[in-house]
């Protein structure tokens, strides 16, 4: 088999249209479809080919990548495509969709012949971009042949979890994952809205911390772009954020474990999208901290 594929993306937000540009790069045939066209037609300058409706952009594909909002979304997109995919093509399924829907979605690609690779990335916009995003595999062996270009394309690494997609075993550690980057850009939103409420500089935070144990990379990027206003484009947007946190409690409440974090984290990312700060970065919960809008200044 040629390493250069053809590959139908669904789902062209941040992290899908990131990954179609990368693919591009990297020599494949690409096609995309989104449900707001205009979120994809901007790829067209990229080489890639903007469908219509999802059958279109799937017809005599070798790979479907999905990128979409949540599990139900993905079940729906993949039925609309169904009628054009042909049994034994590879679907590489990255939406951060959930334990329960994983079953569903597994259950469509064997009612379809499709192999299922439960895929889900880590990253943000920016390593999506430079096609450097950690891919968390889990499917069957006989045809990784055709995903690995395709997760090589995308990613710089690729952790397989196991060999059974339907299993969900990728899901699952992109869960835990997620809980410690929420519960992380929290913590960083309250630290700065208690600084401003006491009156302390956040400089003064950062300092104390410099180079110790407590110094995070990750906490100084994330504070910085509420200190400086860089909410947009968002690197991870609130509402998805919000989502995640969301599957994230219910995959807890399903194992009997209470997390309490992912709760409130789920709960602030929520107040912060009413606020109307749903597009902006997801450390822009900063402002679930006060009832009255105000800059972060």
Do not use: C
């Amino acid at each position: 088999m040629t390493d250069k594929l053809t590959v139908s993306v669904l789902g062209t937000g941040i992290m899908g249209a990131a990954m179609a540009r990368s693919l591009a790069r990297a020599g494949h045939t690409v096609r995309a479809w989104n449900r707001s066209r205009d979120r994809a037609e901007p790829l067209a300058a990229d080489g890639v080919r903007v469908a219509a409706d999802p059958a279109e952009a799937v017809e005599g594909t070798d790979v479907v990548l999905t990128m979409l909002y949540d599990g139900a979304a993905a079940l729906d997109v993949i039925r609309q495509a169904a009628p054009a995919l042909r049994p034994g093509v590879a679907w590489v399924q990255s939406t951060t969709a959930g334990i329960e829907a994983i079953d569903d979605l597994a259950a469509l690609a064997r009612e379809h012949g499709l192999l299922f690779y439960d895929a889900p990335v880590l990253g943000t916009r920016q390593p999506a971009e430079a096609g450097q995003l950690t891919v968390l595999a889990a499917g069957p062996v006989e045809g990784r042949a055709a995903v690995t270009p395709v997760f090589d394309a995308v990613g710089a690494r690729t952790v397989w979890t196991g060999e059974d997609g339907s299993a969900g075993t990728a899901t699952r550690l992109k869960l835990v994952a997620n809980s410690w980057v929420i519960a992380a850009t929290a913590a960083t939103g309250e630290v700065l809205a208690l600084a401003q409420a006491l009156g302390v500089d956040p400089a003064s935070f950062f300092e104390v911390i410099a180079d110790g144990p407590l110094d995070m990379g990750y906490l100084r990027a994330k504070a910085g772009l509420v200190l400086d206003g860089r909410l947009s484009p968002p690197q991870f947007a609130v509402a998805t954020a919000a989502k995640d946190a969301r599957l994230i409690v219910e995959a807890g409440e399903r194992s009997g474990v209470r997390l309490d974090v992912a709760a409130a984290s789920a709960e602030r990312l929520s107040r912060a999208a009413e606020q109307g700060h749903a597009d902006e970065d997801m450390v822009a919960a900063y402002y679930a901290s006060f009832d009255e809008p105000r800059s972060a200044g």
